[in-house]
C-alpha cells in the first residue's frame, strides 16, 4: 500500500516545496504538470519562498539515488528537457554534492569492506579534495609508490538502506500502475523495477563493477575503438583504477579546440554501442556523459586560440563506472538484430513477423494491423539525421502500440531501450548530423550472417562434440527414467480420473438434494398459506428444510 510509504511521500513533498521546483516547471507548455506545480506551493515549507538557481539539482541530491539516477537519464535529453533545467541536469554527473573526505578515508581503511591497510601503507601521495562526486561514489586521485596515478573511488556511506526504502515505494508504485495501466504490464515494469533494484544494489559492491570493468577492457584491448582502464585493487565500498586523460563526451567545444573530428566520433561511438551488444553481449547500460570520456593528451586549460594537438593516433572513447551492464540471451540478440535490420530495410513485414516467432504477441493479433501502425511510427524515422528524430517521442508511441497489440517485450530489451535513449542523447549532442541507419546497417548484415554461417555452427557443433558424446552415456539411465515417470504419471493419471469421478458424483448429490430441499421448500410454504391455524407447523418445516440443506 502506497499509504505505509508516507513518510517517504511526505518527505519527498517537502523537499519539492522547500526548493520551489515549482517555479522551474513550464506549466505553460505543459499544462499536465499544473496539478504538481499546485500541490507543490501547497506546502508549508513552499510559503514565503521564491525561484531558486539549481534548485532541481539540490532536490534531487536531497531526494536520493534513485531521483539523482533519474535526473542523469534526463541530462541527455535535450530535446524533452528545458535548456535551463539541462544545466541544473549535467551538473548530477559528477558534481554531486561531495562526502566528508575522513568518512572516505575511512572507508578506505575498513577492515571488512575496504582494503584493510592506512593511506600511507596505501598510496604515496592521497588528495583529500574528491576529484569528482557522484550518485553512488565519489572519486580521489592519487599515487602509488611505484608512481603510477590512480583514481580511487569509494562509495557513499549508508546508502544502501535509503536505496532499499525508495526501491519498496517504486514496487508500489508499479504495482499500482501494472494494475491499472495497460502500458505499464506490456513492458512488464514490475519485472524491471525488480531487476533494476538488483542492479542498483549490484552497483553498491565495488567488486562487481571490478570484474565488469577487468571483462569490458579484455573485450576491447587493442582497439582503436575504445580503451578500458585497468583496475589494480578492490573491495566491496573501494576501487583503485589506472588514471584516464580525458573530458566527458558533453563538452563538445574541448573537442573543437583540440581538432577533433566530431563526425568520426560520433560514428566511433555509435560502432562501440552495437559492437557492445552484438560481438561481446555485454553492454554498458548506464552510458550518460559523466560515464562516458574520451581520450585528450594532460591539457590543464583550455584556451579559444589553443592549436590543434596530436594525439598520434585517432583519439579513443574511454569506458568508465562499468557498474550497470547489460547482456541478452542469444535467442533475443538474434532477434533484435533481425529486427533492426528489417525496419532498417523498410520490410515491416518481416518485423511483425520475427515479433510473432519470437512470441511477444499473441496468435491471435491482426498482424496486419500491427504492420501498419509499426510503418506509419517508424518508417519516417528512416529518412532522417539523429537531430531531426524524435526519439523518445517515437519510443512511447512503440510502447503504445505495444499496449494496444498486447505485445510483451522483455525486461532485459527494456534496458537496452534505456541503453539507446542514453546513447541517442549522447549522439545528438556530439554530431546531430549523424546518420545512425547508413553507419548501423552493415554492421548488423554482418553480425547476422556471421551466426547464419553454416561452417561456423559446424564448428561449434564440433567443439561440443565431446560433451554430446560423454552425454549419450546418459541415454539409458534418462530412458529408465522417463518410462518410469510415464508409468508414475499413468497411476496419477488414474487417481486423478477417479477424483473427477467422484467429484462429478458428488456435484449430482448436491443437485438431488438441491431439489429436494428447494421443493421441500415451495411445497411446506404452499400448504402453509392455504390453511389457517396449522401454517406456523409448515412454516417451520420449510425452515427445518433450508437448515438441512446448509448442513448437508
Same mark, same amino acid.
Given at each position: 500500500?502506497?499509504?505505509?510509504?508516507?513518510?517517504?511521500?511526505?518527505?519527498?513533498?517537502? #523537499?519539492?516545496?522547500?526548493?520551489?521546483?515549482? !517555479?522551474?516547471?513550464?506549466?505553460?507548455?505543459?499544462?499536465?504538470?499544473?496539478?504538481?506545480?499546485?500541490?507543490?506551493?501547497?506546502?508549508?515549507?513552499?510559503?514565503?519562498?521564491?525561484?531558486?538557481?539549481?534548485?532541481?539539482?539540490?532536490?534531487?541530491?536531497?531526494?536520493?539515488?534513485?531521483?539523482?539516477?533519474?535526473?542523469?537519464?534526463?541530462?541527455?535529453?535535450?530535446?524533452?528537457?528545458?535548456?535551463?533545467?539541462?544545466?541544473?541536469?549535467?551538473?548530477?554527473?559528477?558534481?554531486?554534492?561531495?562526502?566528508?573526505?575522513?568518512?572516505?578515508?575511512?572507508?578506505?581503511?575498513?577492515?571488512?569492506?575496504?582494503?584493510?591497510?592506512? #593511506?600511507?601503507?596505501?598510496?604515496?601521495?592521497?588528495?583529500?579534495?574528491?576529484?569528482? /562526486?557522484?550518485? #553512488? $561514489?565519489?572519486?580521489?586521485?592519487?599515487?602509488?609508490?611505484?608512481?603510477?596515478?590512480?583514481?580511487?573511488?569509494?562509495?557513499?556511506?549508508?546508502?544502501?538502506?535509503?536505496?532499499?526504502?525508495?526501491?519498496?515505494?517504486?514496487?508500489?508504485?508499479?504495482?499500482?500502475?501494472?494494475?491499472?495501466?495497460?502500458? $505499464?504490464?506490456?513492458?512488464?515494469?514490475?519485472?524491471?523495477?525488480?531487476?533494476?533494484?538488483?542492479?542498483?544494489?549490484?552497483?553498491?559492491?565495488?567488486?562487481?563493477?571490478?570484474?565488469? !570493468?577487468?571483462?569490458?577492457?579484455?573485450?576491447?584491448?587493442?582497439? /582503436?575503438?575504445?580503451?578500458?582502464?585497468?583496475?589494480?585493487?578492490?573491495?566491496?565500498?573501494?576501487?583503485?583504477?589506472?588514471?584516464?586523460?580525458?573530458?566527458?563526451?558533453?563538452?563538445?567545444?574541448?573537442?573543437?579546440?583540440?581538432?577533433?573530428?566530431?563526425?568520426?566520433?560520433?560514428?566511433?561511438?555509435?560502432?562501440?554501442?552495437?559492437?557492445?551488444?552484438?560481438?561481446?553481449?555485454?553492454?554498458?547500460?548506464?552510458?550518460?556523459?559523466?560515464?562516458?570520456?574520451?581520450?585528450?593528451?594532460?591539457?590543464?586549460?583550455?584556451?579559444?586560440?589553443?592549436?590543434?594537438?596530436?594525439?598520434?593516433?585517432?583519439?579513443?572513447?574511454?569506458? *568508465?563506472?562499468?557498474?550497470?551492464?547489460?547482456?541478452?540471451?542469444?535467442?533475443?540478440?538474434?532477434?533484435?538484430?533481425?529486427?533492426?535490420? $528489417?525496419?532498417?530495410?523498410?520490410?515491416?513485414? /518481416?518485423?511483425?513477423?520475427?515479433?510473432?516467432?519470437?512470441?511477444?504477441?499473441?496468435?491471435?493479433?491482426?498482424?496486419?494491423?500491427?504492420?501498419?501502425?509499426?510503418?506509419?511510427?517508424?518508417?519516417?524515422?528512416?529518412?532522417?539525421?539523429?537531430?531531426?528524430?524524435?526519439?523518445?517521442?517515437?519510443?512511447?508511441?512503440?510502447?503504445?502500440?505495444?499496449?494496444?497489440?498486447?505485445?510483451? #517485450?522483455?525486461?532485459?530489451?527494456?534496458?537496452? *531501450?534505456?541503453?539507446?535513449?542514453?546513447?541517442?542523447?549522447?549522439?545528438?549532442? *556530439?554530431?546531430?548530423?549523424?546518420?545512425?541507419?547508413?553507419?548501423?546497417?552493415?554492421?548488423?548484415?554482418?553480425?547476422?550472417?556471421?551466426?547464419?554461417?553454416?561452417?561456423?555452427?559446424?564448428?561449434?557443433?564440433?567443439?561440443?562434440?565431446?560433451?554430446?558424446?560423454?552425454?549419450?552415456?546418459?541415454?539409458?539411465?534418462?530412458?529408465?527414467?522417463?518410462?518410469?515417470?510415464?508409468?508414475?504419471?499413468?497411476?496419477?493419471?488414474?487417481?486423478?480420473?477417479?477424483?473427477?469421478?467422484?467429484?462429478?458424483?458428488?456435484?449430482?448429490?448436491?443437485?438431488?438434494?438441491?431439489?429436494?430441499?428447494?421443493?421441500?421448500?415451495?411445497?411446506?410454504?404452499?400448504?402453509?398459506?392455504?390453511?389457517?391455524?396449522?401454517?406456523?407447523?409448515?412454516?417451520?418445516? /420449510?425452515?427445518?428444510?433450508?437448515?438441512?440443506?446448509?448442513?448437508?
Amino acid at each position: 500500500m502506497l499509504l505505509s510509504h508516507r513518510a517517504r511521500l511526505l518527505e519527498l513533498w517537502r #523537499i519539492a516545496a522547500a526548493y520551489r521546483i515549482d !517555479t522551474h516547471l513550464s506549466v505553460e507548455e505543459a499544462p499536465q504538470l499544473q496539478p504538481l506545480a499546485r500541490l507543490i506551493r501547497l506546502h508549508p515549507a513552499a510559503w514565503g519562498k521564491k525561484h531558486q538557481p539549481n534548485a532541481i539539482k539540490y532536490a534531487l541530491e536531497d531526494m536520493g539515488t534513485l531521483f539523482l539516477k533519474l535526473g542523469q537519464l534526463l541530462s541527455t535529453r535535450r530535446d524533452l528537457v528545458p535548456p535551463e533545467i539541462i544545466e541544473q541536469l549535467v551538473q548530477l554527473q559528477d558534481k554531486v554534492k561531495p562526502f566528508d573526505s575522513d568518512v572516505a578515508i575511512a572507508q578506505i581503511q575498513d577492515s571488512k569492506y575496504g582494503l584493510g591497510q592506512s #593511506i600511507a601503507t596505501l598510496f604515496a601521495r592521497f588528495d583529500v579534495k574528491p576529484l569528482a /562526486a557522484a550518485s #553512488i $561514489a565519489q572519486v580521489h586521485t592519487a599515487a602509488l609508490h611505484d608512481g603510477r596515478e590512480v583514481v580511487v573511488k569509494v562509495v557513499r556511506p549508508d546508502i544502501r538502506t535509503t536505496i532499499v526504502a525508495d526501491f519498496e515505494l517504486l514496487r508500489e508504485l508499479a504495482n499500482w500502475a501494472s494494475a491499472r495501466i495497460e502500458a $505499464a504490464r506490456a513492458i512488464h515494469i514490475i519485472d524491471i523495477v525488480e531487476d533494476y533494484r538488483q542492479v542498483m544494489l549490484n552497483e553498491l559492491d565495488l567488486t562487481l563493477e571490478a570484474d565488469n !570493468t577487468t571483462q569490458m577492457r579484455n573485450n576491447f584491448l587493442g582497439s /582503436a575503438l575504445m580503451y578500458v582502464p585497468e583496475v589494480y585493487d578492490a573491495a566491496k565500498n573501494v576501487m583503485v583504477m589506472e588514471r584516464i586523460q580525458g573530458v566527458p563526451i558533453s563538452q563538445v567545444e574541448v573537442f573543437d579546440q583540440l581538432g577533433y573530428n566530431r563526425a568520426a566520433l560520433a560514428e566511433k561511438g555509435l560502432t562501440i554501442f552495437f559492437t557492445q551488444v552484438f560481438r561481446d553481449n555485454f553492454f554498458h547500460a548506464d552510458m550518460h556523459p559523466g560515464n562516458v570520456f574520451v581520450e585528450t593528451p594532460p591539457v590543464k586549460t583550455l584556451t579559444a586560440d589553443m592549436a590543434a594537438v596530436n594525439l598520434g593516433h585517432e583519439p579513443r572513447y574511454i569506458g *568508465l563506472d562499468c557498474a550497470i551492464m547489460g547482456t541478452l540471451s542469444k535467442d533475443d540478440q538474434l532477434i533484435v538484430a533481425r529486427m533492426l535490420l $528489417a525496419v532498417m530495410n523498410n520490410n515491416f513485414t /518481416a518485423m511483425v513477423d520475427i515479433v510473432s516467432r519470437a512470441g511477444w504477441i499473441p496468435p491471435n493479433t491482426d498482424k496486419h494491423a500491427l504492420m501498419r501502425d509499426m510503418k506509419r511510427t517508424v518508417g519516417p524515422m528512416l529518412q532522417k539525421s539523429i537531430n531531426d528524430i524524435d526519439f523518445a517521442g517515437v519510443l512511447m508511441q512503440i510502447l503504445d502500440i505495444a499496449r494496444r497489440h498486447h505485445m510483451s #517485450i522483455p525486461p532485459q530489451l527494456m534496458l537496452l *531501450l534505456k541503453t539507446l535513449v542514453h546513447v541517442e542523447g549522447l549522439g545528438r549532442d *556530439l554530431y546531430p548530423d549523424l546518420d545512425i541507419w547508413s553507419l548501423a546497417k552493415p554492421i548488423l548484415s554482418s553480425w547476422i550472417k556471421e551466426q547464419l554461417d553454416p561452417m561456423r555452427n559446424l564448428q561449434h557443433l564440433r567443439q561440443q562434440l565431446p560433451e554430446i558424446l560423454l552425454s549419450t552415456t546418459d541415454i539409458p539411465k534418462l530412458l529408465d527414467q522417463g518410462l518410469q515417470s510415464l508409468a508414475s504419471q499413468g497411476s496419477r493419471q488414474d487417481s486423478q480420473l477417479r477424483e473427477i469421478q467422484q467429484i462429478r458424483a458428488d456435484m449430482l448429490n448436491d443437485r438431488r438434494r438441491d431439489w429436494l430441499a428447494l421443493s421441500g421448500f415451495a411445497m411446506f410454504i404452499a400448504i402453509a398459506t392455504q390453511i389457517g391455524w396449522f401454517a406456523p407447523i409448515f412454516y417451520l418445516l /420449510a425452515i427445518v428444510v433450508v437448515i438441512w440443506r446448509v448442513l448437508t
